[in-house]
């Protein structure tokens, strides 16, 4: 049963941070017997910056240790309705040509931003991009919106948490929640 940040001062989790780390564990392993040992990752920044930190780790284990780097995309703003456009503010550094890219994200909704940077890591002559998403909102999209690797399903509700914002706060809390709208 979630509770909603603002609603308490200690809220119950929707994922609570050992199940998040259980589940990093199993799609570390997913992602090892589907990607080649020689493929770069590149992180959605800013909502994945603490998935992706250990979800590196998890994959370390496994003895994959990618090239990484970050994206910065935006949709969203301060508010907790996306804009509807997606905005490059941080492109890659790495060379991306000829290279198996795993593109990670915090949530998949509409899966404008995770199409965004799939054509664009492609037209910088990625030769395959696949997605691994910690949260999936909706079941029903095109299949370049899909995500090749999902950590949980997510209610359609505005969570923060884990890395992800409300207007700049609640990235520090080691758990996923619902955001109350009160
Ligand atoms: P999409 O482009 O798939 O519609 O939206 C994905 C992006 O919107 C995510 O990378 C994330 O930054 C943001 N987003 C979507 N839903 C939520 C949410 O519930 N909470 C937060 N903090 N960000 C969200």
Do not use: W
Not at 76 to 97: P, Q
Request: overall charge negative.
């Amino acid at each position: 049963m979630s509770k909603r940040v603002n609603d308490v001062a200690h809220p119950e989790p929707l994922y609570p941070s050992d199940v998040i780390a259980a589940r990093l564990e199993t799609l570390a392993d997913e992602i090892a017997a589907r990607m080649s040992k020689d493929f770069a990752l590149v992180a959605i920044l800013k909502g994945s910056f603490v998935f992706a930190a250990d979800l590196i780790r998890a994959l370390a284990a496994h003895r994959l240790n990618p090239d990484v780097d970050f994206m910065t995309l935006a949709s969203y703003g301060a508010g907790t309705v996306s804009s509807g456009t997606v905005r490059l503010l941080r492109d890659v550094e790495i060379a991306v040509e000829g290279r198996e890219v795993l593109v990670v994200d915090d949530i998949l909704d509409s899966g404008r931003t995770i199409a965004y940077a799939r054509h664009h890591l492609l037209e910088r002559g990625a030769t395959a991009v696949r997605v691994c998403v910690l949260l999936d909102k909706t079941a029903d999209r095109e299949p370049q919106k899909h995500a090749d690797f999902v950590g949980f399903s997510c209610p359609p509700a505005f969570v923060v948490g884990y890395g992800m914002d409300h207007a700049h706060k609640f990235r520090g809390l080691p758990f996923i929640a619902i955001l109350s709208e009160e």
